[in-house]
């Protein structure tokens, strides 16, 4: 009797658009930095203390993630780099097809530096590869 798999990893289409996505990051030098907490813990408070740390004209750009509002894209456009908004409509966390799609009409080759705010969750935005080179966690200690 010959066995037939027929099981799939569930993220594996993920996988697939994560690793094209960091192919492209790599190709044109791009630094993609995933920001992850649990809700509130100060992930968008850290992204305005590092972008007006920058010089205007800096190749620096920022997704950021939340299930319902552009909130935390209006706080960061503040700063004159580009800002976009990912609203996930319910979902807890971002995947790399809403990264793919969000950077679809950008010039990526023109970035340095990608910031991407995950939404808030620390369980969920651990398990889905979003192209980045590293994760950035950030733990708010009671
Ligand atoms: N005391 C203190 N407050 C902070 C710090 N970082 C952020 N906050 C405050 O915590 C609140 C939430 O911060 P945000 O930066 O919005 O947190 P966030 O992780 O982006 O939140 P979500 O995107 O909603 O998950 C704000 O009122 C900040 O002013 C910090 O280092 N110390
Ligand atoms: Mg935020």
New binding site residues.
């Given amino acids: 009797m010959s066995r037939v798999p027929l099981e799939r990893k569930i993220l594996s289409e993920n996988d697939r658009i994560a690793a094209e996505l960091r192919a492209r990051f790599q190709q044109h030098g791009i630094l993609c930095l995933n920001l992850i907490?649990?809700?509130?813990?100060?992930?968008?408070?850290?992204?305005?203390r590092t972008l007006e740390g920058f010089v205007p004209g800096e190749r620096v750009a920022v997704l950021?993630g939340?299930i319902q509002t552009d909130n935390?894209a209006t706080?960061l456009a503040r700063f004159g780099f580009p800002v976009r908004q990912i609203t996930t409509g319910g979902t807890c966390h971002l995947d790399a097809r809403m990264v793919d799609r969000a950077l679809a009409d950008w010039h990526v080759q023109d970035l340095n530096l990608l910031f991407i705010?995950n939404?808030?969750?620390l369980v969920c935005p651990a398990s889905d590869d979003l192209g980045e080179a590293a994760k950035i966690v950030?733990l708010?200690v009671a």
């Fill in positions: 907490s649990s809700p509130g813990a100060g992930k968008t408070t850290l992204l305005e950021t939340d935390d706080r705010e939404v808030g969750n950030i708010s």
